[in-house]
């Protein structure tokens, strides 16, 4: 039988490890590493990592939320999504805490999803994606602030949302590839 297909953890012998930018949320190193018969230095975001959440109603259609993102100067459409940030939070809890901060929804359904690495040669962001179903409204509502303030919510058929990522209509990261994973195991 053939060798599954899969990503190969490859330790390196890091030399110098120093912090070239501290950030709000992430920092930047430069990482002197051997590698081969010589050395590298890579200057990489140290990221705390990400959840994400594909939240499904009854009818099929997903949960998408509107914001502005400055980096790319558009209010895209994605997934409630957040920060492994919090000192002890397991990512299932941290997606149920995004879920009910961004939609202020709970649900009784979770099961991972899909996960992956955001952009590996310069980030150490890993995005971990869990499916959310049965859903019903959180006990409390949130206050959001800054770009959370004018957040856009939409249920739209998973169809739709896969026919606009493939028609290049939408373009955030986190959200096509949840939804085409999600489409792809119909």
Known sequence: MPELLSDERFPV????????FDGAVWDVFRDRFAFGDGELVREY???????????????GRVLLI????????????????????????DPLSAAQRELA?????????WSPLCEFFSSPGGS??????????????????????????DIEVKWVPLQE?????????????????SVLNAHARL
Do not use: C, M
Not at 13 to 20: A, L
Not at 45 to 59: I, R
Not at 80 to 88: C, E, I, M
């Open 13 to 20: 012998q890091v030399h110098d490890s120093e912090r070239v």
């Open 161 to 177: 949302v896969v026919a606009a990522v493939l028609d290049g209509r939408l373009r955030n990261a986190i959200l096509a590839i």
């Open 45 to 59: 975001q140290k990221h705390p990592g990400a959840v994400a959440v594909l939240a499904e109603d009854a009818q």
């Open 66 to 89: 509107k914001q502005y993102r400055h980096p790319i100067g558009f209010r895209d459409w994605a997934l409630p999504a957040g920060l492994l940030d919090v000192d002890g939070e």
């Open 101 to 109: 901060e961004e939609a202020d929804l709970v649900a009784s359904e």
């Open 124 to 149: 150490s962001e890993r995005i971990i994606v869990f499916r959310a179903r049965r859903l019903s409204a959180a006990k409390q509502s949130f206050e959001r602030t800054a770009e959370e303030a």
